[in-house]
């Protein structure tokens, strides 16, 4: 996710991590074929910010992504959104009913 610049987007550490985590992991299941890495990571810190009380909008980690779209972390976000309690570092309190369905 270095191409993606996490800090400028205020996020806590926590959620940073946790944003890397749920990448890696959507990759590792084969959750997000064809997708590039960047728009999987971008979808990533789309999921962990809605998960937390610093929610983003797809055009906030847009306007930090090298050319990802609202789109495509959408059609990204769209694959991991049914396997999100799969995602989620195990120690992540997560209420799945927080998180926006698109």
């Known amino acids: ?4 610049k996490t800090r400028s987007l205020g996020l806590p550490a926590r959620i940073q991590h946790c944003s890397l ?10 959750i997000v074929p064809g997708c590039s890495s960047v728009s999987v990571a971008a979808a990533a810190i789309y ?3 809605n998960a937390s009380d610093k ?3 797809k055009k906030e980690v847009c306007d930090v ?3 990802v779209k609202e789109s495509t ?5 769209e694959l991991m959104y049914p396997h999100a309690a799969e995602l989620f570092p195990e120690d992540f309190e997560l209420d799945i009913n927080q998180l926006p369905k698109s």
Do not use: D, P
């Open 1 to 4: 996710m270095s191409i993606i």
């Open 21 to 30: 985590y749920i990448g890696r992991k959507a990759v590792e299941l084969g």
């Open 47 to 49: 999921m962990a910010s």
């Open 55 to 57: 929610k983003l909008t």
């Open 65 to 67: 992504t090298c050319g």
């Open 73 to 77: 972390i959408g059609k990204s976000y």
